[in-house]
């Protein structure tokens, strides 16, 4: 079980990583799920070690999360592809 919670710790260390250095609407919401799977997996994987149900049920509910997230991060990649034809974005850049 420990090696569950190692992978799930280097699935959130990626994602972190992703989100830090990409510059890309799509990138960012690809680690944010990344994390948000590290996340099921460490819920999921407590669960079994304490023989409990109840991280197996936040991870329903991360899941829903995810999907909700997936949702709006489409319509903002569409909000933002029409206003400036990339889906880059700059924070130092103001226009």
Do not use: P, W
């Amino acid at each position: 079980m420990n090696n569950y919670l190692i992978l799930s710790f280097i699935l959130f260390v990626i994602g972190i990583i992703g989100i830090l250095k990409r510059q890309n609407l799509i990138m960012f919401f690809i680690s944010t799920e990344i994390m948000l799977n590290a996340a099921n997996l460490a819920f999921v994987s407590i669960s079994k070690i304490h023989n409990d149900l109840n991280g197996q049920i936040f991870a329903i509910f991360i899941m829903a999360i995810a999907a909700c997230e997936i949702v709006v991060g489409l319509s903002l990649c569409v909000i933002k592809f029409r206003q400036d034809k990339s889906l880059d974005f700059d924070l130092g850049e103001s226009k």
